[in-house]
């Protein structure tokens, strides 16, 4: 059965750095392209980055130089280094392993504020 379990997230202030991670369980991980993505309150769930299987990357505009996405076969897991955080970017974050109809991990609290 795939698992995907996120991690990192909390309260940084604006202009500060946070790392999430998410590890992948039960399927073939370097398989399949990942994403990450986030929902504001009230708010869409939205795609912030993606990486496929032989590693190219693509960003939303509203991350692009800020995020990066990176992914590690070896250890199954995914990584999102975050930047020059925004109070927009507060979000509940989830990865994504596009698999058939995809799967979710259960998604991480990212609030950045003063």
């Known amino acids: 059965q795939v698992h995907l379990v996120e991690s990192g997230g909390g309260l940084v202030q604006p202009g500060g750095s946070l790392g999430l991670s998410c590890a992948v369980s039960?399927?073939?991980?370097?398989?399949?392209?990942m994403g990450w993505y986030r929902q504001a309150p009230g708010k869409q769930r939205e795609l912030v980055a993606t990486?496929?299987?032989?590693?190219?990357?693509n960003y939303a505009d509203s991350v692009k130089g800020r995020f990066t996405i990176v992914r590690d076969n070896a250890k199954n897991t995914l990584y999102l280094q975050m930047n020059s955080l925004k109070p927009e970017d507060t979000a509940v974050y989830y990865c994504?392993?596009?698999?058939?109809?995809?799967?979710w991990g259960q998604g991480t609290q990212v609030t950045v504020s003063s």
């Open positions: 994504n392993l596009k698999k058939g109809a995809g799967y």
């Open positions: 039960g399927t073939i991980f370097s398989a399949y392209a």
């Open positions: 990486i496929w299987s032989g590693g190219n990357t």
